[in-house]
């Protein structure tokens, strides 16, 4: 299947910073990237879709402004959280459909500590 | 909201089919029903999916009712390395919305 990356795997970082994932294509252009949230013990929830050379669009209930959606190639989506808080600690994880398919092959994950 | 109810936990023995099932009652004539499964703390494999026929590939089988409102996976033959958490998932317009997922347990 195709391949998506994720950089870094883990994050460890102060409150009031900002971090930022990527989300890279490795073998295959996507137009469209989605990212979810995972607390533990519970499902992936989506919280938006990137889209290459346009806004993100966003889940209701999730901070467009908390959570900055960049795509801007056909192989790169990043997601910065700013000013992180402890209740920001999560698992992050994106996916990516090959083009022409509705099939999406998922990162491997970011898990993100906020002191 | 996800459109598909499973069974929260599932055990299976090593070597024997596993088979999970779906229920997605609402699905739309056009909405593919997808499975994933997700190994704890990594990123959801895809397994397989299907719209309305049966389908099979290397790692699992795929039967989808006719009235389309359940479908099973099987796993023909679970190892231990499939011990998961199994989603059974319906595209809505290109978006996975994930509901809890099966917990399966594969035990020698």
């Known amino acids: 299947g195709a391949v998506v990356s994720q950089h870094p795997s883990r994050v460890i970082c102060k409150s009031g910073t900002s971090v930022k994932i990527e989300c890279r294509s490795l073998d295959f252009q996507a137009t469209t990237m989605f990212w979810y949230r995972q607390f533990p013990k519970q499902s992936l929830m989506l919280m938006a879709t990137s889209n290459e050379g346009s806004k993100a669009t966003y889940e209701q209930g999730v901070e467009k402004d908390k959570f900055l959606i960049n795509h801007a190639s056909l192989t790169l989506s990043t997601l910065t959280v700013t000013s992180a808080h402890p209740e920001d600690s999560s698992f992050y994880i994106c996916s990516a459909p090959v083009q022409g398919t509705d099939t999406q092959y998922f990162g491997p994950g970011t898990r993100l500590t906020v002191l | 909201d996800a459109k598909t109810t499973q069974p929260t936990s599932m055990d299976c023995a090593e070597g024997r089919a596993a088979n999970l099932p779906c229920n997605h009652s609402t699905i739309s004539g056009n909405e593919y029903v997808y499975w994933y499964r997700q190994i704890h703390s990594q990123g959801p494999q895809y397994i397989i999916h299907g719209l309305k026929n049966n389908e099979t590939n290397e790692m699992a089988s795929l039967i989808i009712t006719e009235d389309r409102k359940s479908s099973t996976l099987i796993l023909p033959h679970a190892t231990l390395r499939d011990t998961a958490v199994y989603y059974c998932?319906?595209?809505?317009?290109?978006?996975?919305?994930f509901g809890q997922g099966t917990e399966l347990s594969v035990k020698p």
């Open positions: 998932i319906v595209n809505q317009g290109g978006k996975l919305i």
